[in-house]
């Protein structure tokens, strides 16, 4: 059975930083290309950052590149997310899963519970 369980989001202050983890079982997950995605308040859940697997390639959306930082742990089937520089516009709940391939948007798996991230003053 594919767990997917979301980790370290909470409420920051623009400008902070916080960490995401992803625990991953019930599939292989070195062998597995990998997304974080977000869902924001109103708005449709987008891809905001992917990885492969053995070369640890990453891509962002425009809207992140340069803040956050996707990367992986294939020894301890985690996947993680540095999000530096966080702005409100950040806010939203934040998932991982697996996708067909590196550059599609179509999931594996369903979907964890996500893990909440609130940037306010």
């Known amino acids: 059975q594919v767990q997917l369980v979301e980790s370290g989001g909470g409420l920051v202050q623009p400008g902070g930083s916080l960490r995401l983890s992803c625990a991953a079982s019930?599939?292989?997950?070195?062998?597995?290309?990998m997304s974080w995605f977000r869902q924001g308040p109103g708005k449709e859940r987008e891809s905001i950052a992917r990885?492969?697997?053995?070369?640890?390639?990453?891509n962002y959306a425009d809207s992140v590149k340069g803040r956050f930082t996707i990367s992986r742990d294939n020894a301890k089937n985690t996947l993680f997310l540095q999000m530096d520089s966080l702005k409100p516009e950040d806010t939203a709940v934040y998932y991982c899963?697996?996708?067909?391939?590196?550059?599609?948007?179509?999931?594996?798996?369903?979907w964890g519970r996500g893990t909440q991230v609130i940037v306010s003053s």
């Open positions: 899963n697996a996708i067909r391939h590196f550059f599609s948007n179509n999931t594996l798996y369903p």
């Open positions: 019930g599939f292989i997950f070195k062998n597995a290309a």
């Open positions: 990885i492969t697997t053995l070369t640890g390639s990453t």
